[in-house]
C-alpha cells in the first residue's frame, strides 16, 4: 500500500540545495542546484514529484495497475517500473515504435521491475494523450489508472510544487529543463506569481509548449501567472540530440562540481544558464536556482551517441 508514510521510501531530504560553479560564474551571479536526483536511485526528480499525487490517487481508488505511455528511452517509463514494483502496482508500458532486441538498459530495467511492454506504431502512438484512444486503451487492458506520457498532468503539478517550500535560500530565477511541461507548469503554480521561472526547452520547436503550460496553470489558479518563459535556444538540434560542445560542458562541469548531468535535459538547462550568465541575462547580485531534475538512467543509452561524435559535426 502506498501511503503519506509510505512516501518515506523516497527520501525527499536527500534532496539539499548545493551551491555551484559554471564555467562563466563570475561572483555577481550566485547559482544554487537543487538535487533532486538525490531522492531516489531509480524513480529520479521531477518524475517522483508527478507521480507522488497520481500513486495516491490511484490507491485510493483501489486500482492494482497503473499503465502509461513513453519512448524506448523514457526517463517517465523508467520512474514508472520503479514506482509499480516499490509500492506494489503492477505496470503496463506503452512504448512508441516497434521492439528493438536485445532491450536497451531504460526498457531491459523497465521488464526487469516487471512492466509489461506493448509497441504502439508511430501512427497510433500519436493518438496517446486523446481522450477517446485512452478510454478504447483502458477498456482493452481493463481496470488501469492511466498516467499520461512524461507523467503530466494535473495531480502532477501538486507534487511539483511542493519543491518551493524546500527551497530555504532567498532566489530569484528558478531554472527547469522542459520536456512536456509538468514540472515548469508545477513550478509557476508553486510559486503563484512570486519571482521568475525559465524553462530551457529540450525540443527544438517547443514553442507549443506556451499553450501545454499555460494549460495547465489554467485549472490550478484563477489567474494564470506570467512570470515564466520558455527558452527554446538550448535544444541543441533537437530532442535527444548532442553535440560535442556540449559533451564537454557536462564533463567540464563534472570536473567543477563532482555532479553528473544528463545530455538530454539537466546538461542543457545548465549550459543555457552559464551562457546567459555570459551574455548578462541576469543583473548583478542575482541568486539563481536551478533544478537538477535527475534522468541519469538515460545516460547509459547515450554513450553510443557520444562516441559516434566526430570532429565534423563539431561546429553544426
Ligand atoms: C522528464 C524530464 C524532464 C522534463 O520534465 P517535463 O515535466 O516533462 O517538462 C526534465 N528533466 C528530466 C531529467 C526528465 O526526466
Redesign the pocket.
Known amino acids: 500500500m502506498i501511503a503519506e508514510g509510505n512516501i518515506k521510501t523516497i527520501d525527499i531530504d536527500k534532496s539539499v540545495l548545493q551551491r555551484i560553479i559554471l564555467p562563466n560564474n563570475n561572483s555577481e551571479v550566485t547559482v544554487y542546484l537543487k538535487r533532486d536526483d538525490l531522492i531516489h536511485p531509480e524513480i ?4 517522483w514529484r ?1 507521480l507522488k499525487y497520481n500513486l495516491l490517487e490511484a490507491k485510493k481508488n483501489g486500482y492494482g495497475r497503473l499503465l502509461t505511455f513513453g519512448g524506448a528511452f523514457s ?2 517509463i523508467y520512474a514508472v517500473a520503479a514506482a509499480g514494483k516499490i509500492f506494489e502496482f503492477k505496470t503496463i508500458g506503452i512504448i512508441r515504435g516497434e521492439e528493438h532486441l536485445p532491450l536497451n538498459p531504460t526498457l531491459k530495467f523497465a521488464v526487469e521491475s516487471g512492466m509489461e511492454l506493448h509497441y504502439l506504431k508511430r501512427s497510433i502512438y500519436r493518438n496517446r494523450n486523446d481522450k477517446n484512444f485512452q478510454a478504447e486503451i483502458a477498456e482493452q487492458f481493463g481496470n488501469v489508472y492511466i498516467i499520461p506520457e ?3 498532468n494535473n495531480l ?1 503539478l501538486d507534487g511539483v510544487a511542493e519543491i518551493i517550500d524546500e527551497l530555504y535560500v532567498d532566489f530569484d530565477y528558478i531554472f ?9 507548469a508545477g513550478l509557476v503554480y508553486g510559486l503563484n506569481g512570486k519571482k521568475n521561472v525559465v ?1 530551457i526547452s ?1 525540443l527544438k520547436n517547443g514553442n507549443y509548449l506556451n499553450q501545454i503550460v499555460g494549460d495547465l496553470l489554467k485549472k490550478k489558479l484563477p489567474v494564470a501567472p506570467d512570470n515564466w518563459r520558455i527558452i527554446c535556444d538550448y535544444s541543441f538540434g533537437g530532442f535527444a540530440k548532442i553535440k560535442p560542445i556540449l559533451v564537454e560542458f557536462v564533463e567540464r562541469f563534472y570536473s567543477l562540481n563532482a555532479i553528473e548531468l ?1 545530455y ?3 546538461g542543457k538547462m545548465l549550459f543555457a544558464v552559464d551562457d546567459m550568465i555570459r551574455n548578462n541575462y541576469f543583473s548583478k547580485g542575482s541568486n539563481v536556482v536551478a533544478l537538477h ?3 541519469l538512467q ?1 545516460n547509459a543509452g547515450m554513450q553510443s551517441k557520444i562516441k559516434k561524435l566526430t570532429i565534423e559535426n563539431y561546429y553544426d
Not at 176 to 184: F, K, N, Q, R, W
Open positions: 529520479s526528480g521531477n518524475k508527478k526517463n517517465h512524461g507523467g503530466t502532477a527547469t529543463p522542459v520536456g512536456s511541461g509538468g514540472t515548469l524553462g529540450s544528463d538530454i535535459y539537466t531534475t535527475g534522468g538515460g
